[in-house]
Each structure stands twice: as structure tokens, then as C-alpha cells.
């Protein structure tokens, strides 16, 4: 039996969205099946959101997604995303579309809009938000967004009513706008919400400046005793458990994982299957813990500074 169930629309597009949505996977020191098998284990469990990109691992993303989904495509929400902001969209998705073996995605985002100059030239007449609407014309996606990095583009993005879904960052590590402006009003506006940075590109849970690369320099005066099995000892890390739990009491419709491998599925599936909403208390608690656990790891790219 899964151990997720669909648990609510996914804004207006009606799709009937699990809480838990499995992100990028790629990885090319592993055969594709292996990653693919990966995939299909979070489908086995419920999962039934898929974020992929062509800048994952140069397509090979799109092609594990497409091994994956072969046969099993129907209910699951798959977004794809258009990574070269100024070039046409067509083409783009042409590539996609035959790496991943399929006719349409469900959802298609520009990928990355964190400037706010980038987003005024997407909205304009004619621009590339008109180039998604045309694809939603020809059948090859259902739905529009964007991914953004910056409060104040997913604000204008709002504003502008172009975006059935929003994608950004919500977590115990990001600016206090994604939290208690943006969630807030998309929710409002019917317009879906896809979260990730749960872990703060894996700077919380580990020494990395992000998505496991090391870090470049260890920061003195900063090292706790002790270590993780039998590691050396190690700069402050906060759980699984700890990181879910405060981004699942904030209550986007999903919440995108990167997933990579079993261990990784399954200490996110048991968090979010002990999860209970946190109260006010412990999510501050867990904001300092976070903001202890990634001091020294390099640059928090998706919190820009405010105006």
C-alpha cells in the first residue's frame, strides 16, 4: 500500500497534489535504470510530483524521468522547466520533450527567474510568458510558472496573474518574505505552491557549500565534538526530522525533496510520516538551529538581500 495519498489541489490546476514531491535525482555515476529504480520507488510510495530540468546533469534528468514514467504516466504531475530565459521556448522544450519520450509535461517553468528585470522581460506582451501560454495552446503543457530565488520576483509574478504555480524556497534557512508574504498570498490567489530548499541545499544536514560539494574553506572556532559514524568531527547539522517538520507546518501544496537515493527516500518518507505541526515555540527554535547549522557554508544564493 503507498504510504502517501493525494492530499489536495495544487492551487487551481485542480491536480490532486501528495505532500511530498520527488526532485532531481541525477546522477551519472549511476546507470540510468539504478536512478530510474529510485524514482520509481517514490511512485510506489504515493509520490505523484516530479520536478525535472534539462540543466540537470546536462538532460540526463529528463531521460531518467522519461525510463521512469514509462507505463506509468497517467496521475503523475510532471514539471518540466525552460532554462535559457532569453532564448525561444519552442525549441527548448523540443529537447525536452524527446529526452523525457513524452508529448506534453503538466506543468512548465521558466527555471530560475531571480531578477527582476529577467521577470519584466518574461511578463511583457509577447514575451516568453506568451511563449508558455502557446505551448498550453499546442497540447505540449497544461500549465505555466515560474522558479524564482528572489521575494520580490515571485511578488510581481503574482501581481501579474501569468503563473498557475509558483516554485521557491521555503524552509527553517530562507528570508521571512517566502514565509509570510509570498505563501500567504499564493495561497489567496489559487495559484499552486511547490517548495523546496527544505535543507538548504543539503547545508543543514552536512558540511557542503550546497548540493554536496565541500566546502571550501572549514570555518575556525566553528567544529562540534564528535562526529557521525566515525567521521571526523564536524560543523553543527540539524535532522531530517527537524528541517520536514518546520517546512511542512508552513503548508505549501508541495514539498519538493532531491531525493537521490533510497536511504535518502526513506528518511524523508518516515519524518513526514511522524510529522505533526509544530507551534510557534519550536519553530523559532528551529530557525536558530538552522541558521547555526549553515553559518560558514558558503553563499545562501536564494536569499537576497531586501531592498
Not at 530565459?85 to 531571480?114: I, M
Not at 489559487?190 to 523546496?196: A, D, I, K, P
Not at 547545508?203 to 562540534?224: N, Q
Amino acid at each position: 500500500m503507498a504510504r502517501f495519498q493525494p492530499r489536495r489541489a495544487l492551487g487551481r490546476t485542480g491536480f490532486l497534489a501528495s505532500r511530498l514531491g520527488q526532485g532531481d535525482l541525477a546522477d551519472r555515476s549511476l546507470p540510468k535504470e539504478v536512478c530510474a529504480a529510485t524514482l520509481r520507488r517514490a511512485l510506489d510510495a504515493g509520490i505523484n510530483v516530479v520536478d525535472t530540468a534539462p540543466a540537470y546533469e546536462d538532460g540526463f534528468s529528463e531521460e531518467i524521468v522519461g525510463e521512469a514514467l514509462r507505463g506509468r504516466r497517467q496521475g503523475v504531475f510532471l514539471i518540466d522547466k525552460i532554462d535559457h530565459l532569453e532564448r525561444p521556448v519552442a525549441t527548448q522544450l523540443d529537447g525536452s520533450l524527446d529526452r523525457l519520450g513524452l508529448p506534453s509535461v503538466d506543468l512548465l517553468v521558466f527555471h530560475g527567474v531571480s531578477k527582476p528585470e529577467d521577470w519584466h522581460r518574461l511578463a511583457a506582451p509577447g514575451g516568453g510568458m506568451a511563449e508558455l501560454a502557446g505551448e498550453i495552446d499546442r497540447g505540449r503543457a497544461r500549465f505555466r510558472g515560474i522558479s524564482s530565488h528572489h521575494p520580490d520576483v515571485l511578488a510581481a509574478a503574482l501581481d501579474s496573474g501569468l503563473c498557475d504555480v509558483l516554485m521557491f524556497p521555503l524552509g527553517p534557512f530562507v528570508d521571512p518574505r517566502y514565509e509570510a508574504e509570498i505563501l500567504p498570498r499564493a495561497r489567496a490567489l489559487g495559484v499552486g505552491t511547490v517548495c523546496f530548499k527544505t535543507f538548504g541545499a543539503g547545508k543543514l544536514l552536512g558540511d557542503t557549500e550546497g548540493y554536496g560539494r565541500p566546502l571550501a574553506e572549514r570555518p575556525r572556532g566553528k567544529i562540534s565534538s564528535g562526529g557521525v559514524d566515525g567521521a571526523d568531527p564536524r560543523l553543527p547539522r540539524m535532522s531530517v526530522a527537524d528541517c520536514l517538520h518546520y517546512t511542512l507546518t508552513l503548508d505549501p501544496d508541495v514539498a519538493l525533496l532531491g531525493l537521490s537515493f533510497e536511504n535518502e527516500q526513506e528518511a524523508a518518507f518516515a519524518a513526514a510520516e511522524a510529522f505533526r505541526p509544530q507551534g510557534e515555540a519550536a519553530l523559532a527554535a528551529t530557525r536558530r538551529a538552522a541558521a547555526a547549522a549553515i553559518e560558514g557554508k558558503g553563499p545562501v544564493w536564494w536569499n537576497p538581500p531586501a531592498d
